[in-house]
Nanobody, 125 residues
Framework: EVQLVESGGGLVQPGGSLRLSCAASGFTFSSYGMSWVRRAPGKGLEWVSGISLGGGVTRYADSVKGRFTISRDNAKNRLFLQMNSLKPEDTAVYYC??????????????????WGQGTQVTVSS
């Protein structure tokens, strides 16, 4: 059974930083691209960032480019998202997501097939 468990969210002031983590199990983590997606209040799912199997290729939504960094540790089956210079519009529930197809990375929500329960990030003064 695929399990994705996010952690690291919280309340932070504008300009602050947070590091999200995702613990993956139930599949061969190193064989799948992974993504972070988010859902802001009253909005649909938004793809935020993706990373290739080995971590050598990363992609970002324009809204977070230059502020967020995705990374992974295949030895520990973990995915990370370092978020810097946070803005109020980054407020959302953040989900770790697995690519639908083996040995691929995805750059959209439709390319993902499993999500975790999410972790809340609130950016407010």
């Amino acid at each position: 059974e695929v399990q994705l468990v996010e952690s690291g969210g919280g309340l932070v002031q504008p300009g602050g930083s947070l590091r999200l983590s995702c613990a993956a199990s139930g599949f061969t983590f190193s064989s799948y691209g992974m993504s972070w997606v988010r859902r802001a209040p009253g909005k649909g799912l938004e793809w935020v960032s993706g990373i290739s199997l080995g971590g050598g290729v990363t992609r970002y939504a324009d809204s977070v480019k230059g502020r967020f960094t995705i990374s992974r540790d295949n030895a520990k089956n973990r995915l990370f998202l370092q978020m810097n210079s946070l803005k109020p519009e980054d407020t959302a529930v953040y989900y770790c997501a697995k690519a639908k197809l083996i040995r691929t990375m995805t750059t959209d929500v439709q390319g993902c097939d499993y999500w975790g329960q999410g972790t809340q990030v609130t950016v407010s003064s």
